[in-house]
C-alpha cells in the first residue's frame, strides 16, 4: 500500500514540480475591442529566463542574440485573446524613466507550454521594442517602449506579451497600457 502511494504520488507532483521549475505562468487578461486597457506590474514579479535561443530561431525571429542584453532581466508575461480582424498596440511606461526595459509580443495559435517561451519552437508573428543603439535620424527615443502591427485577420489568435528587464534588471515597476482595434 505505501509503495502504491508513492509512486502514484510521484506520478502526480512530478509533472507539477517540472512546469513550476520551468518558469511562471502568464498572466492572463481580458481586453474589450476598441477599448483601452491599463495593468500595471513590477519585473520583480516575474523570473529571469536563462535560455533565450529560442528569440533568435528562424521560425520566431523576434531579436537577434546580438541584441540579448536587453532581455537578461526578469521577464513577466502576460497573455490575452485577440480576436479576428483585430489590431494591437502595447505601450510599455516604466515608473522610473532612468530603468531600462524591453518588451516583446508574438501570436501564436493556442497558449500553451509548448508555445510559452522558453519551450517557443515557433509563432505567426513577434514584434519587440528595446532601447537603441544608436540614434535614428528624425526620431527621438525616450523610456517607453512600443509594439505594434499585432494583428489577427482571418483566425483569432492568442497573444503573449514580455515585459523585461535589460542588462539583469530584475526589479522596477511599469505600467502596459493595451488598444485592440477591431475592424
Known amino acids: ?50 535560455d533565450l ?19 537578461t532581466g526578469n521577464h513577466v508575461l502576460y497573455a490575452l485573446d485577440l480576436p479576428s480582424f483585430s489590431e494591437m498596440e502595447i505601450w510599455l511606461v516604466p515608473e522610473d524613466k532612468n530603468a531600462n526595459f524591453s518588451i516583446y509580443a508574438y501570436e501564436v495559435g493556442k497558449v500553451a507550454n509548448n508555445t510559452t517561451v522558453p519551450n517557443l519552437s515557433s509563432c ?3 514584434e519587440v521594442d528595446h532601447k537603441w543603439d544608436y540614434k ?18 482571418n483566425n483569432p489568435y492568442q497573444v503573449l506579451i514580455g515585459v523585461v528587464g535589460a542588462e539583469g534588471l530584475a526589479t522596477g515597476a511599469y505600467t502596459l497600457h493595451l488598444k485592440v482595434n477591431k475592424k
Open 124 to 126: 505567426i508573428r513577434c
Open 1 to 50: 500500500m505505501t509503495r502504491s502511494f508513492i509512486i502514484c504520488c510521484l506520478l502526480f507532483c512530478l509533472p507539477l514540480l517540472l512546469s513550476a521549475q520551468e518558469g511562471k505562468s502568464p498572466i492572463w487578461l481580458k481586453l474589450q475591442p476598441n477599448e483601452a486597457f491599463t495593468v500595471a506590474g513590477n519585473l520583480s514579479e516575474g523570473k529571469k529566463m536563462e
Open 136 to 153: 535614428k535620424r528624425g526620431v527621438t527615443q525616450d523610456h517607453t517602449r512600443r509594439v505594434k502591427d499585432i494583428l489577427a485577420i
Open 53 to 71: 535561443s529560442w528569440a533568435w530561431n528562424s521560425a520566431i525571429a523576434c531579436f537577434p542574440q546580438t541584441q540579448v542584453q536587453k532581455f
